[in-house]
């Protein structure tokens, strides 16, 4: 039994099918941090956990679409909806005050309340009202990876804006533990499906008026340790940053790469 947490998992399932090749294995996930414990994947099938209501935290979440205003209204257990993001706000017996430990969550259930992690406050890409998430990219990377055979050691991916008479675009890099058999097919698939699951991300793809096809540029093995190291965040609480609004991350990766090209 393997027990994960603290990042999707889906992107490094393959990855450890490979080092553990047995079909006994079980993976659970949790969901703690320092500030608390507050969830665990009680059923075989994984994608959701239940949420610990009795360990010592009041719970409230905030509507992601409101993260950014002035006086935001919070919803407790009884107010919250399923399939919609919350930022995750805790009061805990510790001492912590409405703290804002910088998760998102979905409801996938209530009575029992089961969640998803979605993603972090930070982390997310809406330079064009895509509104796009972790969670909708590592779906549409787990997507096209499975329809072609590849496996994703690292990524991260941010804006490029307009020019002239060119819409803007995602621009991705991906570190390829295993290259898609048919790249190009592989960007499609990850455009066709966040398109599909994502209705904000598709009516920016309409006829390409805001949004293009995704670039994507596969980085040399190493890419991201070098670039985590060379920043001083090597270690097991630091994290690649997934998905970020500016260009700061991948400006930084494409001058790496450029030194060691």
Not at 42 to 49: I, L, W
Not at 157 to 170: I, K, L, Q
Not at 190 to 196: F, I, S, V
Request: charged share 30%; net charge negative; aromatic share 14%.
């Amino acid at each position: 039994m393997y027990f994960h947490g603290a990042v999707n998992f889906t992107p490094y399932r393959e990855q450890f099918k490979k080092l553990i090749p047995n079909d006994d294995m079980y993976y659970l996930e949790n969901y703690n941090a320092s500030e608390g414990f507050f969830g665990i994947q009680d059923t075989r099938e994984p994608g959701e956990m239940l949420l610990m209501l009795d360990y010592g935290i009041f719970y409230e979440f905030l509507p992601l679409e409101d993260l950014h205003k002035e006086n935001p209204n919070t919803l407790t257990l009884d107010e919250v909806e399923l399939d919609k993001n919350y930022a995750l706000i805790i009061s805990t017996n510790a001492g912590l005050w409405r703290y804002m430990i910088g998760d998102t969550v979905r409801f996938t259930s209530k009575f029992p309340f089961r969640i998803q992690v979605t993603g972090r406050t930070k982390h997310f890409i809406n330079a064009f009202g895509e509104e796009l998430i972790v969670d909708n990219a590592e779906r549409a990377l787990d997507e096209a990876c499975q329809q072609t055979g590849a496996v994703i050691r690292e990524y991260t991916a941010a804006p490029v804006y307009f020019n002239g008479d060119e819409s803007g675009a995602h621009e991705w890099i991906i570190e390829f533990e295993k290259k898609p058999a048919e790249f190009e097919r592989f960007v499609d698939l990850l455009d066709e499906t966040l398109r599909r699951i994502n209705s904000d991300y598709d009516a920016k793809r309409f006829k390409d008026m805001a949004l293009r096809r995704p670039i994507v540029r596969k980085a040399p093995e190493g890419t991201f340790f070098n670039w985590m190291k060379e920043r001083g965040k090597i270690g097991g609480q630091h994290k690649v940053p997934r998905l970020a609004n500016n260009r700061e991350y991948v400006d930084a990766i494409f001058k790496m790469m450029e030194l060691v090209g």
